[in-house]
């Protein structure tokens, strides 16, 4: 006589390693964080010293941008072409404050209710493509300060 097939034992193999292996794919296993990006806002400090350099506050940003030529750019719309045209306005003041390392400008970037959030972190990588060192988020708006002269020059 034939044996029957056994079809209950692949069946409850696979009930008992299936919850294992989606566990093991979770976070229960794996702590460990990953960052790509942090960003460090000024913060409202009563007790501002220009003095103290580790100091970073919207008083100190500002005043350290009072003398200086500023451009500023509103992105009030999010229709498309307007605003690739804006980011690429952008863009290029950003290239040019850069590569001339214009330290006596600031390039100020004014969000509203309406932009994304996909226009914020582009606005993010652009500082990172452009290599601009020096730049802050504040009151809805990016700082973007122009790069010190290098030693050698």
């Given amino acids: 006589m034939r044996r029957p097939k056994l079809i209950w034992e692949p069946l409850v193999m696979s009930l008992l390693f299936i919850p294992i292996f989606i566990l093991h794919d979770t976070k229960f296993f794996h702590q460990e964080e990953v960052s790509c990006l942090k960003l ?4 409202n400090d009563p007790g501002y010293n220009k003095r103290n350099t580790l100091q970073f506050t919207e008083q100190g940003v500002l005043a350290d941008i009072k003398a200086k030529r500023k451009t500023e750019i509103y992105l009030t719309t999010y229709e498309p072409d307007i605003l690739a045209q804006q980011m690429d306005l952008i863009m290029l003041e950003m290239q040019r ?22 226009t914020f972190v582009e606005l993010i990588n652009m500082t990172i493509k452009t290599r601009i060192k020096r730049w802050a988020f504040m009151r809805d ?12 020059m």
């Avoid at 390039?107 to 309406?114: F, G, K, Y």
């Avoid at 708006?141 to 030693?151: H, S, T, V």
């Fill in 40 to 43: 460090y806002l000024p913060r």
């Fill in 97 to 118: 404050l850069s590569f001339y390392n214009k330290s006596n400008e600031v390039l100020i970037v004014h969000l509203n209710a309406n932009t994304r959030f996909y």
């Fill in 141 to 152: 708006a990016f700082y973007y300060l122009g790069n010190e002269l290098p030693d050698y």
